[in-house]
């Protein structure tokens, strides 16, 4: 046998040619190789078929529609059609055929495919939690066993996970490469190109023994469309397609498209990333103790995103001349890698205050100390101790944050924020609650799935708007706000962040909600001893001061809050530097009484005691 013949037989058995392939394939190849029929420019396709037919002793009205239907199938995979000047329909080989033929191999410039591998012996093996080609290898084997046509499967995971890298896999194991293109670039081409691109494509794959794989990017549902499309056309080749997805293809009902088999790369659970972030540290030669390790667990980023993150981490420490990136490196790509789109319901609060600005009773300022160990401590007690086993859900921190405005709620929540390294978003509840049925539950279900990407603190101020007692239902109104808040409480249950609920009325929370928050902090109004040190501490080092403040009778005198104090140093600053000097006692006395006012209020001689000359 020649190797001509070699190669004839290759494109038959690759192909799948029936004998009726076999014939036209024979017949279109003589037409160009047979001196006598090259001047013909191809066959007639009606007399192809009649030679056929006549071989077989097929009468005309005896083809069937099915059966004609097939046959132009064949006709398209094999020749390219023309109308010649008589009008009739002429024949001629496809040119990848010839030049597979005659040099082993076919380039196509098929505009909508993006790149072809052709080696896969050099790619990594899939990581072990994300491995499912050897499923897949499994399926097409027992399929091809009973299935001629082409075989679908697809292939869902998040960006990153390791989709390609299986199928990468899946083709070296089955000694095949691969074409892989993006739908969106499949969807730009114009008809009837496209449908002639995916024939050549589909063609180009037998030949040369590949797996066909389209990424889905963009909207899932247009998949469908294209599956469709291609399903017409490629429905009676002995391809592999696979598609890649985010989220698992349905089963369609429809006849026109073929039903996916589906293998999902599922992320790890939280409290199983560990011993994966160890050896993936390993893998990519950085310290796992070293702010790598806190940040695998914390931000759930895919490998594949990971690794972008650490390359761009590398770069910023090439560029400061270290060899390895700082945990501050690390950390500032993770926040720029995480998008967050709350759509205007929450925005970022600057985590600016620590243990030391924060003036708290004790019991209240050791409880937050708790929660932050909680919260260091969640790996090795739900995942290295296994407690995440006793829980379905409910393995975040919900907490209650209680006590008259002005008194450190907020700063609270910042100081937490810093001392756990996690973003703080404040909730705009003015963008959230909606008046429509069913918009705020909308609004909330966003949030929760935009934070759960590194599981941030939701700080959802003047809580008692959503968590308000619940009343007896008298009308639809009453029933629609009650689902509000027992949909908020779900979200909050099922969320494995940092979710803190402020309020200035405790009385107005219901009960049965509140039993079901894990911590409930109080925030008290200071007493003069704790306001004497909010005093010292509103002010900063720099500000220049007189040595002749009474900080003691600033505290015993007026029962202020924390905010009210920060107020009054700001103002009382800004009088010393009109006048040029330092902040002394009657700039101070003088902002007071501007706070005071603020409320209705007014400073008598009573109050002020010996600074009394002071407040004009």
Partial sequence: MTNLEKRIDLVQERCCLDKFGRFCLELLLLCEWDPKLQ??????????????????????????????????????????????ESGRKRLRVKKQILQFLDRG????????????????????????????YDRMLLFADRKRKTEKDMILLNLSGEEGSGRLENVKAFCRERKQTLVYFCSHELVKTEQPERSEGLLRLGLSALLENRVIVMRIERDEEEAYGLLREIYRIWRKLPLLFVILTRKPMRAEASGNAPVPAVFEIREPAEFARREMGIRFAQKWKLPFDDGFGELWQQYLFTPGQFHAIIEQAKDMALARGGEHPSRDELREVCRRQTEYRFEGKAHRVRAKFGWEDLVLSAASKQLLRD????????????????????????????????????????????????ELELELFRINLSAVVSKYVGETEKNLNLIFDEASKSLC????????????????????????????????????????????????????????????????VEFTTPDAKLRAEMWMRAFP??????????????????????????????????????????????HIVKALRNEYQKSGKRLGSSELGQYEDLRF
């Fill in 39 to 84: 001047q013909e420019e191809g066959l007639y396709a009606d007399e192809l078929l009649e030679a056929w037919d006549k071989k077989n002793g097929i009468e005309k009205d005896a083809v069937k529609c099915h059966e004609r239907e097939e046959t132009e199938n064949i006709l398209k995979l094999l020749a390219d059609a023309y109308v010649d």
């Fill in 457 to 520: 603190i939701l700080f959802f101020d003047e809580a008692d708007v959503l968590f308000g007692k619940r009343t007896e239902v008298k009308d639809s109104q009453d029933k629609y706000q009650n689902m509000e808040a027992a949909f908020l409480l779900q979200k909050i249950e099922e969320y494995e962040g940092i979710s803190i609920l402020a309020t200035n009325y405790q009385q107005n929370i219901d009960e049965a909600f509140k039993r079901r928050l894990q911590y409930v």
């Fill in 105 to 132: 191999y076919t380039e196509e410039n098929t505009s909508f495919y993006t790149e072809i591998f052709t080696d896969l012996t050099t790619e990594d093996e899939p990581d072990i939690e994300r491995k499912v």
């Fill in 541 to 586: 080092e720099k500000c220049p001061l007189e040595n002749n403040i009474d900080w003691t009778f600033l505290a015993e005198q007026f029962e202020l809050t924390g905010s009210n104090i920060k107020n009054i140093a700001v103002n009382a600053a800004f009088f010393a530097a009109s006048e040029a000097q330092t902040v002394g006692m009657h």
């Fill in 371 to 418: 929660i932050c160990t909680r919260m260091k401590n969640r790996e090795l007690i739900y995942g290295a101790w296994d407690f995440s086993s006793r829980f379905s859900y409910g393995m975040g921190t919900s907490i209650l944050f209680t006590g008259s405005p002005g008194t450190g709620k907020t700063m609270a929540a910042q100081v937490m924020a810093k």
